[in-house]
C-alpha cells in the first residue's frame, strides 16, 4: 500500500505485474552495522526534499496528537521549523 502511494508520487510507474515487483519486495537487505566503511551515503539534496514534502503531512498530524504531551513545547517549536516559520538558534 505505501509503495502505492510512494512511487506514483516519484513519478516513477507502479509494477504490472508479481513478476515486476519481485526486484523491489525482495531485494536485498542491509543488517545494522553492515555500511561502507566510509559510513552510510549523503542523501541527494532532491530526494531529501522529496521525503520531506511526502512525509510532513504525517508528522504535523502527529504533532497535533501530540500536543497534550507534557513535551508540547519541542513539539510545537518543531512544527514551526519544519513548516519554515521559525529560525532555530545555530547550536
Do not use: N
Amino acid at each position: 500500500a505505501v509503495l502505492g502511494r510512494v512511487l506514483p508520487f516519484l513519478g516513477l510507474p507502479l509494477p504490472a505485474s508479481e513478476r515486476e515487483w519481485g526486484p523491489l519486495l525482495d531485494g536485498p537487505r542491509v543488517l545494522h552495522g553492515t555500511r561502507p566503511g566510509g559510513g552510510k551515503p549523503p542523501l541527494p539534496a532532491a530526494v531529501a526534499q522529496l521525503l520531506h514534502r511526502f512525509y510532513l503531512p504525517f508528522q504535523l498530524a502527529l504533532v497535533e496528537q501530540l500536543r497534550a504531551h507534557c513535551d508540547a513545547a519541542e513539539l510545537v517549536e518543531w512544527r514551526s521549523w519544519a513548516m519554515g516559520t521559525a529560525v532555530r538558534a545555530a547550536g
